[in-house]
């Protein structure tokens, strides 16, 4: 089966409440390597990951993957991720349903997935229990039970402590050596250095400038991205 990168984005807006909350967007994001996509609050950084994913269709423009099943073979996770009400376990049981995985091969993928992100001891504990690290980390678990092809994070570390910031960026790690295209929003510095493989910089809904993340840091070639690094542009 032939894998559904590249995607491309093909003038892509989107347009709510009167406002164009991303305007005329063109990219192509290649297998590989790891995309960061950079913005103060406000940019459009959740809106074009929502707009990549699928659960927004833009008003202008077209969203291309290349191959079939596109929906199937790629996931998102959330920075406040939705558990159900039911066991860390059955969360992921149940994604793997959703996914319509064979019913003999569920739980032992789904416990698979807890090792992974360190949740085995939690397996039988209410997710709704867990504390906000271990959330995302369970969110990550049914993604990573999943093996999607490309992996969409949207803010996953917001409002964590440094511990769980670190032991999410180790499993979204994991996901990039395993293969896994990760494409992640974040307005946070250290942490597009530490995970990003490249920029996409968002400022006012455009894509002000894409850069490798050494080239991006060194020499912005835009006045708004030099400006969002020296900590000089509105977060609102």
């Known amino acids: 089966m032939n894998g559904i990168l590249p995607l491309r984005l093909e003038g892509v807006s989107y347009a709510a409440g009167g406002r164009t909350l991303i305007e005329r967007t063109s990219l192509t994001l290649e297998a590989g390597a790891s995309t960061i996509v950079l913005g103060a609050n ?4 959740s809106v074009l990951m929502r707009l990549m994913h699928g659960l927004l269709e833009p008003t202008a423009g077209r969203v291309l993957w290349s191959g079939e099943g596109a929906r199937r073979r790629q996931a998102m996770v959330f920075q406040r991720p939705v558990m159900l009400r039911r066991s860390a376990l059955a969360n992921v ?55 999607p092809e490309v992996l ?36 946070n510095l250290g ?16 894509l002000a400038e894409r850069a490798p993340v050494e080239t991006f840091f060194k020499r912005p070639a835009s006045a708004e991205a030099a400006a969002f690094i020296k900590g000089e542009l509105p977060w609102a």
């Open 42 to 45: 406000g940019a459009g950084k």
């Open 93 to 147: 049981v149940y994604a793997l349903q959703a996914a319509r995985v064979s019913p003999r091969d569920r739980e032992r993928r789904a416990r698979e997935a807890l090792a992974e992100v360190g949740l085995s001891h939690a397996a039988g504990r209410p997710a709704r229990v867990l504390s906000g690290g271990e959330q995302q980390r369970l969110a990550l678990a049914r993604a990573w039970a999943l093996h």
């Open 152 to 187: 969409f994070l949207d803010e996953p570390t917001a409002n964590l402590d440094p511990g769980a910031v670190r032991e999410i960026e180790a499993v979204i790690k994991a996901f990039d050596v395993s293969g896994t295209k990760i494409v992640m929003s974040t307005h």
């Open 191 to 206: 942490q597009a250095r530490r995970l990003g493989d490249e920029i996409l910089f968002l400022h006012q809904g455009r």
